[in-house]
C-alpha cells in the first residue's frame, strides 16, 4: 500500500484470484440488464438510442440530449445558446475542440502524425483494424501491439466482467485517447456503449479509420475530437473512463483526471492502461532525454510538441488520490518471461530503470 494505492501481485491474466467489484448496482440506473448468453462476441445493445448528453466545451453549459441513430452522417450541428459554439459533425466525428485550442495543439498533431507515418501505423486493409489489438498484420509494430493485446486481455477476463455484474447493464464507456478506435470496437462487440475521443482524426491512425469497424458494427460507436481536459459531456454520463495509453500526454494530471471524475457517476471507475511508470521520478526524466535525443536523430525534432508529463509514479498517483478521493487498485497483466526480465538485464548492464506498464483502476471513495 503507498498512499492510496493498493497494490496487486504480478499475475497472469489467466488468474481471476483478484477481483474487486467496487460498489453495488445504481438503484437511479433503468437500463435493462445485459445480455448474458454471448458474453464476449456481437451482442445486440439492449439500450438501442445510443443518446449522449452534450456540454458546452467553451461555457460549460448544457447543450441537450443527441440521438446519435437520428442524425445523418454529414451535417449536423449542436449550437450553445449561451456563446453560440457550435459543436459539429463531419465525416461522422464530431469537432468538439475550440479554433484556439486547435491551433495550441497543430504543432504536436503535425509531428505526431510524422512519426507514427514513418513508424508505420495504421493500413489500407479493414483487415488490420479488425485484428487489433491481437493481431498486427503489417507486423510493423508487433511488441506494442503483444502488451496492448495483454493488457486488453487481462481488463477483459477480470475487470469488465466485475463492472458488469456492477451494473447489470450496458456500460457508457469514455475512450480517452482512441486512437483509431479498437478499444471502442473491442468493447462494442461486447454489447456496450463506448464514445471515442481523441485529437487525431486521420484514417490510417486517427478516429477517421475507426470507419473500418463499420463492417462488424451494426451501429459505428460516436467519436469526438476534443481535448481530455475540456470533454464536450454532460456531468455524470458515463460508468467507466478509460485512458488508452493517453493520459501520459497530459500536461497537468491534475486537470485531466478532475475533467474524467466530472464525467463520471457516482461508484463509477477510472482505467489508466499502458501508460509508463517508474519507481524515482530521476528514471522518467532520463527516458524523456532520451527519447528527445532519438527523435531529433531520427525525425529532426524533439519529442516536444507538448508539455506533456510522459510517464507515472506512486507519488503522482497518490497526490490524484488525495485531491479527488480516488482509491487505485493496482494490476500487473503477465507480458512474458522476456518482458519481465527487462529490469534484472538493464541492472546487469548498468542502465537506467525500464518502464513498466500497469493497469490501474480507480474508484471514487465514497463522501
Known sequence: MIGNIRADGPRDSRNNSHRETGGTK?????????????????????NPDRRVMLRCPVCCAELGEVCLDEVPQFGPSVRCRRCFFELRQERGIWNALLPE????????????????AKEGWGSNSAAFYLALPHKDLTNRNPWVWKIRSRSFLFMEREIVPALERQWNAPLTILDLGAGNGWLSYRLSLRG??????????NELDGLGAAAHYSEKLPNLFPRFQAELDRLPFADACCDCVIFNASIHYSEDYARTVGEAVRCLRPEGTILIVDSPWYSKEEFGQQMVQERRNDFKERFGFLSAGLASLDYLTDERLSALSAQFGIRWTVHRPWYGFRWAMRPWVAKWKGKREPAEFRIYAGELRKT
Open 26 to 46: 445504481n438503484p437511479q440506473s433503468l437500463r435493462p440488464p445485459l445480455a448474458r448468453s454471448a458474453p464476449i462476441g456481437l451482442v445486440e445493445n439492449p
Open 101 to 116: 485550442r486547435q491551433s495550441y495543439y497543430s504543432k504536436f498533431i503535425r509531428e505526431y502524425e510524422i512519426v507514427r
Open 192 to 201: 456496450h456503449f463506448p464514445i471515442a475521443v481523441d485529437l487525431l482524426t
